[in-house]
C-alpha cells in the first residue's frame, strides 16, 4: 500500500521558515517526478514546486527563490524548505509523486500570521 506522509506544517511569523517532510513508503519515490501542491481556503489548488528524478526543479513564480524543492533518495522522502515566508502562503500543503492522477498525501498545515 503506498503512503505519503507530510510533515513540517504549523505557524509561523511572517518572514519566518519552515522545511515540509513528505515520507513515502510501499513505492519508490525517486522512480516518480514529485511535487507539493498547496491549496488556500475559497482557492483551488495549485502546484508550487516540482523535482524530476534527475533532480531537476520548478517553482511557481510567487516562491521562486524563496522555496526550495529537494528529495533524499536513500530516506524516500521529499522535502520543501521554505523561507521569506508570507501570509499568502497560509494553505494547507500537499506531497505528490507521479503527476495529478497519481498519489497524494493527506496534507499538512501551515499558517504565516502576520
Known amino acids: 500500500q503506498v503512503q505519503l506522509v507530510e510533515s513540517g506544517g504549523g505557524l509561523v511569523q511572517v518572514g519566518g521558515s519552515l522545511r515540509l517532510s513528505c515520507a513515502a513508503s510501499g513505492i519508490r519515490a525517486s522512480f516518480y517526478a514529485a511535487g507539493w501542491y498547496r491549496q488556500a481556503p475559497g482557492k483551488e489548488r495549485e502546484l508550487v514546486a516540482t523535482?524530476?528524478?534527475?533532480?531537476?526543479?520548478d517553482y511557481t513564480d510567487s516562491v521562486k527563490g524563496r522555496f526550495t524543492i529537494s528529495r533524499d533518495n536513500a530516506e524516500n522522502t521529499v522535502y520543501l524548505q521554505m523561507s521569506s515566508l508570507k501570509p499568502e502562503d497560509t494553505a494547507i500543503y500537499y506531497c505528490?509523486?507521479?503527476?495529478?492522477?497519481?498519489?497524494w498525501g493527506q496534507g499538512t498545515q501551515v499558517t504565516v500570521s502576520s
Open positions: 505528490n509523486l507521479g503527476g495529478v492522477h497519481g498519489y
Open positions: 523535482i524530476t528524478p534527475r533532480g531537476s526543479t
